[in-house]
């Protein structure tokens, strides 16, 4: 059950994806319940084997029925899967047919590691030495030596006390102390001496352990953590929680503050005379640069700037439209609750203003500074802000290097700490963000921000897109696959990948921006098409698995011939470049089978009328029977689709009334490559069940095979082919 614990240890989002995983496939509880048994099968060799898998079914049955029991007698039957329930499900869906279950766990197994694989970036340690947990057993070790040096200085305090009276006495007596008591005095002080230099030495090593755990926040956890939000900004289902350095940041930032007024006390104490006065200044001066270095970088972006439209497309911006930015100090001390001003400033100090020619300027339309407020133990800013162009300063060329889709800009924010007599300045920024003016120039402004945040952090300036530097394909369908997730709830395989690679990719490695952001040949439009058709209409079909999508012709007919007749696979237009879907199937034509396309679906046609309702009822003209049997591979198209087809066309009457069924009907759906384009029409149909009430079969009249009969024979004597005959025959209208 290793793989599955493994599972159980991902983020939420990557959890969802295993449910959405088993959703149609097998019962996740199932998988669950006997994981040590799932995991420990040859499920591939069953899936080839009959007699394999027959008996890895019986056992899983005899395994269900255990179960079973053990619920009875824990009285868990309420509380915990119905085992029952599950059993039945089991013997209706592979009790003929043992191989399909062996074939579903032996996909699903396989995905299962596909996700993990996926995600190990997340589950893997930080690139640094320390891990998480190295970083917080330090800071722990911190927080406890700190405490250890206290109880050291205290002790110190109490024996100084004690040395005090001692020089009293001896002063009292004006020169009179025996040689015994003078002695004793000065061993006395001696040994005060000697524990202040050990608890100097002690300081001066935690102050340079601390100093090592400040560096790795700053140069290297700071660092990656902003690498992983600007991933996840595009897309990466990655864990971006601040938790975790929110509670390293103010514990190494208490401690620091609790070293300082240590050392403030050591260096106070006036009798005996410390000999390391010197040092304990050098050890201030040290630990008051670490405390300014933490609160330097200690304040982040934490939701990168959003328009509320477009949360799933941060760095987009629109004039004049509201969006929400959100800032946190990771410093989180009562010291600092009392109300730090941010100020915000829109591409302060960038030098583009100067270079570019025609660079657009903006200003903020709301005001620029907050007061953090203190939400949820931490301190927090977060704006409602919009934007709007300063045309006063621009001075637009029609000769400028750049779109205004390709123009990056950048908000600064910045705050003035004290803190313990100190003060410092803590800035940060936002990411590269466009600014467009209309709702359509914003899938080019998307594709900007995709390519800037890929591109190697040391050629990321706001000038990029002078000298746009090429991706690689790994680099570039990661990110493509993240669109669909975002879009979907569901990534691309690598058969889809590899379809998109032959449409975007000439030189085997590389991708240019130039022809990636094309806007009449380029790839990103047709896939930004698609992205919103999935998101508007076909959200659930591509989560759940239902379309494959990215195939071309070509393959398609190679798919659909391997299986029996009526299979059909939904996959996306290639032709039509604002997203459209379209289906393609097997069928028998002129003793020969014949793979068929309809015309794409459209976003307008999908929101008359759902893709699921459709291949319900669809049907050509010169064959009244659906054509589309099975969704490839072998799956009963009513298995799949039936969750998705709507109330209103299920074939129940509603009272008196006979209830109506919308029918999708296309004329001559390809090929041949001459046809003319497919029309639709919809039809009402009553129910004929309704109709004729208890009667077992309709008149003879509507079920006489005559017809049918007269024309075979007809064209068995005459030998003439009919595929191309006009329909004929009843309908009920």
């Known amino acids: 059950m290793a793989q599955w614990q493994e599972l159980l240890k991902l983020e939420p989002d990557s959890k969802s994806r295993v449910c959405r995983l088993y959703a149609r496939k097998f019962p996740i509880d199932v998988r669950r319940c006997l994981g040590d048994w799932v995991e420990g099968q040859d499920w591939e060799l069953a899936a080839e084997d009959e007699a394999t898998a027959r008996t890895h079914f019986l056992t899983l049955l005899r395994k269900l029925d255990k179960l079973i029991k053990e619920s009875h007698y824990n009285n868990h039957t309420l509380t915990g899967p119905d085992f029952s329930l599950l059993k039945s499900h089991m013997l209706t869906q592979f009790e003929h047919c043992p191989k399909e279950m062996a074939i579903k766990l032996s996909e699903c197994l396989q995905e299962e590691k596909k996700i993990l694989d996926s995600c190990a970036i997340n589950l893997r340690p930080t690139v640094t030495e320390e891990t998480d947990t190295d970083l917080d057993i330090k800071v722990s070790e911190l927080k406890t030596q700190t405490k250890e040096i206290e109880e050291e200085i205290k002790v110190l305090e109490k024996v100084e006390s004690v040395y005090k009276e001692w020089e009293s006495e001896v002063q009292r007596l004006n020169g009179l102390a025996t040689t015994q008591m003078q002695e004793k005095f000065l061993n006395q002080a001696k040994s005060i001496r000697t524990k202040q230099q050990e608890v100097v030495t002690q300081i001066v090593k935690l102050v340079n352990f601390a100093n090592k755990i400040v560096q790795t926040l700053v140069s290297v956890e700071i660092p990656e953590w902003k690498r992983k939000q600007q991933m996840s900004c595009i897309g990466n289902p990655v864990f971006t929680g601040l938790e975790h350095l929110e509670k390293w940041f103010s514990a190494v930032a208490e401690s620091l503050l609790q070293i300082v007024q240590q050392v403030k006390k050591l260096r106070d104490q006036s009798r005996p005379q410390i000999s390391a006065k010197s040092d304990l200044s050098q050890v201030i001066q040290q630990i008051s640069s670490l405390i300014k270095e933490l609160l330097k970088n200690a304040l982040v972006v934490e939701k990168q700037p959003m328009m509320y439209s477009q949360t799933h497309r941060p760095l987009v911006l629109r004039t004049n439209v509201h969006f929400s930015v959100k800032l946190r100090l990771l410093v989180n001390l009562p010291i600092l609750q009392n109300g730090c001003l941010i100020r915000a400033e829109f591409d302060k100090g960038v030098e583009e203003i100067k270079t570019i020619p025609g660079f657009r300027q903006f200003q903020f339309t709301c005001k620029d500074t907050k007061v953090m407020d203190k939400q949820n133990e931490g301190l927090v800013a977060e704006w409602d802000m919009s934007i709007s162009e300063n045309k006063s300063k621009r001075k637009r060329s029609n000769e400028s290097p750049?779109?205004?889709?390709?123009?990056?800009?950048?908000?600064?924010?910045?705050?003035?700490?004290?803190?313990?007599?100190?003060?410092?300045?803590?800035?940060?920024?936002?990411?590269?963000?466009?600014?467009?003016?209309?709702?359509?120039?914003?899938?080019?402004a998307w594709a900007s921000v995709l390519w800037s945040n890929l591109c190697p952090p040391e050629n990321m300036t706001l000038s990029l897109f002078l000298d746009p530097p090429s991706l690689s394909w790994e680099q570039l369908s990661q990110a493509l696959s993240w669109q669909f997730i975002s879009a979907g709830d569901r990534e691309l395989n690598e058969d889809q990948l590899n379809e998109l690679k032959l449409k975007i990719v000439d030189n085997p490695d590389l991708v240019s921006w130039s022809k990636f952001s094309n806007q009449k040949e380029g790839p990103w439009i047709w896939i930004d098409g698609i992205l919103d058709l999935i998101e508007k209409h076909l959200k659930n079909l591509w989560r759940d698995g239902c379309i494959m999508g990215f195939v071309s012709k070509e393959n398609t007919r190679d798919l659909l011939l391997t299986k029996q007749v009526g299979n059909f696979l939904l996959r996306f237009s290639e032709s039509n470049r604002e997203g459209a879907i379209t289906f393609s199937w097997s069928e028998y034509t002129t003793n020969e089978i014949t793979v068929r396309a309809i015309d794409p679906f459209s976003k307008d046609e999908l929101s008359r009328t759902s893709l699921a309702d459709t291949i319900k009822t669809y049907r050509t003209k010169r064959n009244s029977n659906n054509p589309l049997i099975y969704l490839f591979p072998d799956q009963p198209k009513d298995d799949v689709f039936k969750r998705y087809y709507s109330e209103s066309n299920n074939n129940q009457s509603v009272g008196p009334y006979l209830k109506r069924t919308y029918v999708c009907e296309g004329d001559c759906p390809t090929p041949p490559s001459c046809s003319p384009p497919l029309s639709f029409s919809l039809h009402t149909q009553m129910d004929l069940d309704q109709y004729w009430g208890d009667i077992p079969t309709p008149p003879p009249m509507l079920s006489s095979p005559s017809f049918e009969k007269i024309k075979n024979d007809l064209v068995s004597d005459m030998d003439l082919d009919t595929s191309d005959w006009p329909f004929v025959g009843f309908e009920t209208q």
């Open 402 to 444: 750049i779109k205004v889709t390709e123009e990056l800009h950048i908000i600064k924010f910045s705050t003035d700490l004290w803190i313990a007599g100190l003060q410092c300045k803590a800035e940060t920024s936002s990411l590269p963000l466009v600014v467009v003016s209309t709702t359509s120039q914003g899938p080019s």
